[in-house]
T-cell receptor, first 115, second 116 residues
């Protein structure tokens, strides 16, 4: 069974700190890894990663994938209180035995940024 | 753009009752996804459609759950009969592009279902 594990489960930091969120996975037929941010309501898409070693960047957020070691990290620099949210990692993999793809989410990391 | 629209936003029902959740995807999007989120299990993909056709329903927990997409602008997720363990937030999401894979998805606000 495909597995996605995020760490830490929760994290409390002060504004201005830099944080690193981790996502490791065990899937067969990997296709891509996705990061989402979930505040009070629905998840919003951050990044999709398909190739190892290529950093995706959006403002203070960046992410990179290591397909050999089967993990990804999400970095947030100069954190702000608005970064407080649950960060979800998901892995898209070919559904062996069929012709479909399957998306598996991790449990998320709850980030709290205090002023 | 109105985004993905879900109704109702909150639903409280008694065990054994039928529940129908509704979703209107973003216009022009050809893939639609139903998710369930609980504290215990996190976010789970239940079923997804491409061009109104169900592609994979392996995430549907049991026969009490069914989903339909009669046209490109409407989908329903039905639970019959409902049970307390079905209590969760149900999200609908849509995306455009190839059905093979999960490109950027836009989530609706969710329906919080409570079954007593």
């Amino acid at each position: 069974e495909d597995k996605v594990v995020q760490s830490p489960l929760s994290l409390v930091v002060h504004e201005g700190d830099t944080v690193t969120l981790n996502c490791s996975y065990e899937v067969t037929n990997f296709r891509s890894l996705l990061w989402y941010k979930q505040e009070k309501k629905a998840p919003t898409f951050l990044f999709m990663l398909t190739s190892s070693g290529i950093e995706k960047k959006s403002g203070r957020l960046s992410s990179i994938l290591d397909k050999k070691e089967l993990f990804s990290i999400l970095n947030i620099t100069a954190t702000q209180t608005g970064d407080s949210a649950i960060y979800l990692c998901a892995v898209d993999a070919f559904n062996s035995g069929g012709s479909n793809y399957k998306l598996t989410f991790g449990k998320g990391t709850l980030l709290t940024v205090n002023p | 753009d109105a985004g993905v629209i879900q109704s109702p936003r909150h639903e409280v029902t008694e065990m054994g009752q039928e529940v129908t959740l509704r979703c209107k995807p973003i216009s022009g999007h050809n893939s639609l996804f139903w998710y369930r989120q609980t504290m215990m299990r996190g976010l789970e993909l239940l079923i997804y459609f491409n061009n109104n056709v169900p592609i994979d329903d392996s995430g549907m927990p049991e026969d009490r759950f069914s989903a339909k997409m009669p046209n490109a602008s409407f989908s329903t997720l039905k639970i019959q009969p409902s049970e307390p363990r079905d209590s969760a937030v149900y999200f609908c999401a849509s995306s455009k592009g190839e059905w093979q894979g999960f490109p950027e998805q836009y989530f609706g606000p969710g329906t919080r279902l409570t079954v007593t």
